[in-house]
């Protein structure tokens, strides 16, 4: 009989290795989601003017109210990272001149891509911006 060049012991150690470290690496790749719902900002909705907006500098966003509802949009412009001031007909970009409307979208550039919306829940009489 014929001497093989590894022994068993050497072979079930090295596939313990390979699938611990299999199983490290699924681990590692695999991305991190929480099931738990953060809230960036809460107001009250009477707080939130009809067709005006309730501003958070700190937390860069504003919380909007049209005919449709509430909704809230990042006041992080998408071109270099400014803070968008809001007007009351548009949002403006101070740094290089982008502009929004009312909705988000670019109207002007150098803007290219519409401000993110934020999600909103209504919890009672209280609107919660998530993240």
Sequence with gaps: MEKLPQSRRKFIT????LLASGGLLVRYLTPRTSDKRRVLVSAAAA?????GAL???NERLA?????TGFYALSLICTHLGCTVTVTEDDLSCPCHGSRFDRQGKVLTGPAD???????????????EVVG
Excluded: C, I, W, Y
């Design 55 to 57: 501003l958070f500098r």
């Design 14 to 17: 090295t596939l313990t290795l």
């Design 113 to 127: 891509r519409a401000l993110v919306r934020m999600k909103v829940e209504l919890r009672g009489d209280m609107v």
């Design 63 to 67: 919380l909007m109210r049209d005919d």
């Design 47 to 51: 707080d939130v003017p009809q067709n």
